[in-house]
């Protein structure tokens, strides 16, 4: 048996890919729109909205009826007994908080009743705050002053401080309700609590996703003592175990097996996050090529030769799941800022793309800062873009002007941010929803001057997760599965137009903006 099951469990949607590995193809792919498909759950972006004090979080019963939901769609597509193979990723840094009855729990499932509703009771924290979440603030601060300052806890997680990072997150829940914290037997990340779900027990947190943490020691791979004690009491006790990416983490549990058909057996690796997921599935996992995702959030990332850490104190050093580190930077402000500046006009994406021919590179020196919610990247405070340009352009009186310096304002901003990685690639491989908008990929291919290429596979997380799962448990080799999967789409090429230097002066202007 040759297939390899890869699930996605992102901000916005769940989906799944099957990969036939012997074949060399696609046999089945689902997905589940939170927002559309869920609607019971009133999170039309996948998140909660308006949370007080920078609060974004999700419900994670919707995560489990998206999964249940998922298999049941993809089960038309393929007969899922001949799934030899699973592993998955989810959204980073969003945390799922289970009390001592979790493992009973697991172990126990009636396939008669859905998971949602078998697991409800074990949860302690109603809802799972998520990467958009920024109201640990304080936090950050108490565990950086613990530690010695953020040099300290840069140099032992790989990232500074970071409000949507678990390890401040959890010590927020510990200060608002220590009695609800004490009750918890277990904390997992999404990637490790889905994964948990699907062994019928507890699953590992992979280095992967588990540098996202502010807990995680990345030269040791292991928990960090000083670090875990800087958080919260007990913390050791509650966290799963780490293991790298290569894991085999359990075989499928009798609840799918019985409901959705998989042999029984299944082995699962160990899920990861859903940036270093796409490392693998953009067949970017050896160091040398650079991707860009146009997902919830923006992220630039790169497998890394060594481990580097961003002196700005904005980037993070993960764990790549087949050995080695990743450098990351994430972006806000992505798909979400675009969506706001279409709706602002009740243009639709053909409308938004069209105003790129109208107006030209540089958009005579309109520059705009698209930062409708604090950015991280870097770190700003704003609830509201800032423009600079003519009367009109700062009036918002030009749809196809303020559409263009949105995008080409994120471009010069990712450019600006990652430039501590030191990359200066001839190729950028770009992937999430809004890449296949080749509009916004020329303004990357101009701003980067670069060659921007997408792969004829559009979903990258679940295809990253699928060639993990094959790599482990069917005796595939990445390097094999990435000559097969992992090329660019034919004629999808995007050459820079602009000239090098056409973006400096607007660059300046967006760097003064920010001054
Ligand atoms: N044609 C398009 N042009 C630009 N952006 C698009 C287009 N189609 C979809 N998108 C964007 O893709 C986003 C979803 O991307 P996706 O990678 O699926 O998100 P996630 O993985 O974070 O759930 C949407 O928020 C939407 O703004
Ligand atoms: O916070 C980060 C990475 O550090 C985000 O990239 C999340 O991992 C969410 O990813 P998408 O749903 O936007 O792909």
Redo the contacts with the bound molecule.
């Keep these: 048996m040759s297939y390899a099951l890869g699930i996605?469990s992102?901000?916005?949607?769940c989906?799944a890919i099957v990969i036939d590995t012997e074949a060399g193809k696609i046999v089945a792919e689902a997905s589940v729109n939170f927002g559309e498909h869920l609607p019971q759950y009133q999170a039309p972006?996948?998140f909660i909205p308006d949370g007080p004090d920078g609060e974004v979080h999700s419900d994670p019963r919707m995560w489990l009826d998206a999964l249940e939901m998922l298999l049941e769609a993809l089960g038309k597509h393929c007969d899922l007994s001949k799934v030899a193979a699973i592993s998955g990723a989810g959204?980073q840094h969003g945390s799922v908080y289970l009390n001592e009855n979790w493992l009973d729990a697991l172990a126990s499932l009636s396939s008669e009743d859905s998971l949602s509703s078998q697991l409800e009771r074990c949860l302690t924290r109603k809802t799972s705050p998520i990467w958009m979440d920024s109201s640990t603030g304080e936090e950050c601060a108490e565990i950086a002053a613990a530690v010695g300052g953020n040099d300290q806890v840069c140099a032992k997680s790989g990232s500074i401080a970071i409000e949507r990072f678990t390890g401040p997150q959890i010590r927020r829940f510990y200060k608002q309700d220590a009695e609800a914290y004490a009750a918890t037997a277990r904390i997992h990340l999404v990637s490790s609590f889905l994964c948990s779900v699907l062994c019928g027990a507890d699953a590992p947190i992979d280095t992967g996703d588990g540098a996202g943490m502010n807990l995680l020691n990345i030269q040791s791979w292991s928990w960090d003592e000083d670090l875990l004690e800087a958080t919260a009491p007990n913390l050791g006790g509650k966290l799963p175990a780490v293991q790298p990416g290569t894991t085999v983490a359990g075989q499928i549990a009798p609840y799918f097996v019985k409901k959705f058909g998989f042999a029984a057996e299944t082995p699962i690796t160990v899920f990861t996050g859903?940036n270093p997921s796409s490392l693998v599935g953009m067949g970017a996992s050896k160091p040398g090529k650079l991707v860009i995702?146009?997902?919830?959030?923006d992220t630039f990332f790169a497998a890394m030769p060594e481990v580097v850490a961003d002196p700005n104190g904005c980037g993070h050093v993960f764990g790549n799941p087949t050995g080695g580190s990743m450098s990351l930077q994430c972006f806000v402000n992505?798909?979400?800022a675009?969506?706001e500046v279409k709706d602002k006009f009740n243009y639709d994406?053909d409308q938004?793309?069209a105003a790129f021919t109208k107006t030209p590179i540089g958009n005579h020196g309109n520059v705009m800062v698209p930062f409708f919610r604090s950015e991280i990247s870097p770190r700003i405070d704003l609830d509201a873009p800032i423009l600079q340009g003519t009367e009109a352009f700062q009036n918002w009186e030009e749809p196809d002007a303020a559409i263009r310096a949105c995008v080409e304002g994120q471009a010069i901003n990712i450019k600006l941010c990652s430039d501590w990685m030191q990359l200066s690639p001839e190729v950028i491989y770009l992937?999430?929803?809004?890449s296949?908008?080749d509009a916004?990929a020329q303004v990357i291919a101009d701003v980067f001057q670069a060659n921007v290429q997408r792969l004829a596979v559009s979903g990258s997380?679940g295809l990253g997760a699928a060639m993990r799962a094959a790599d482990n448990s069917l005796s595939c080799r990445i390097s094999d599965l990435e000559n097969i999967f992992c090329q660019p789409e034919p004629g999808s090429t995007i050459a820079p137009q602009a000239d090098a230097g056409a973006y400096d002066s607007l660059a300046s202007a967006f760097s003064a903006c920010l001054a």
């Design positions: 996605d992102s901000t916005q949607s989906s972006q996948g959204q859903d995702s146009l997902g919830t959030s992505g798909s979400l675009r969506e994406w938004f793309t992937t999430g929803g809004a296949r908008n916004i997380v």
